[in-house]
């Protein structure tokens, strides 16, 4: 899961995916295309979001994007067009080009619709943000299991 700088969107939707998949089959975790917040925890207000739906991302910490992650995962879900963009600069093959995937085109196929940044919103932004990678993320666990 990847967003901007892996406080807000990218945590939430780790945290949602997690949840919908067994901890022992799969690895799921976020980054962010920028190094703005490597090591920090997320946004409280995705933290608080999450309690709220029963999930705790608050151990989470954020990190950057690299090309190893393409060696590492199988599939990279973004959260907009510039982290699609900004991951696929650093893509090394075709192969590594195939993993890259708009999250939302799991609800809506091939339309490249972007999860909205929450962060300068006020909690409903949270709250939206919250509920879309839900739906898509038990999309995407529904496919993988």
């Known amino acids: 899961m990847v967003c901007l700088g892996n406080i807000c969107r990218s945590p939430l939707a780790e945290g949602i995916l997690r949840s919908k998949l067994p901890y022992e089959d799969f690895v799921v975790d976020s980054a962010g295309t920028s190094g703005y917040h490597i090591g920090d925890p997320p946004d409280r207000r995705s933290v608080?979001?999450?309690?709220?739906?029963?999930?705790?991302?608050?151990?989470?910490?954020?990190?950057?994007?690299?090309?190893?992650?393409?060696?590492?995962?199988?599939f990279i879900?973004?959260?907009?067009?510039?982290?699609?963009?900004?991951?696929?600069?650093l893509a090394r093959s075709k192969e590594d080009?195939?993993?890259?995937?708009?999250?939302?085109?799991?609800?809506?196929?091939?339309?490249?619709?972007?999860?909205?940044?929450p962060y300068y919103g006020?909690?409903?932004?949270?709250?939206?943000?919250?509920?879309?990678?839900?739906?898509?993320?038990?999309i995407i666990a529904n496919k993988l299991t």
Not at 77 to 89: A, G, H, I
Not at 122 to 138: H, I, P, R, W
């Open 97 to 117: 080009l195939e993993k890259v995937k708009m999250i939302l085109n799991e609800i809506y196929p091939n339309q490249n619709h972007d999860v909205p940044d």
């Open 77 to 89: 879900y973004v959260m907009d067009q510039s982290n699609f963009e900004n991951v696929n600069k």
């Open 48 to 74: 608080e979001v999450a309690r709220k739906y029963g999930l705790n991302i608050s151990h989470l910490s954020g990190r950057q994007f690299s090309n190893r992650d393409f060696d590492e995962f199988d």
């Open 122 to 138: 006020g909690t409903q932004g949270f709250e939206n943000v919250y509920k879309m990678l839900d739906e898509a993320c038990s």
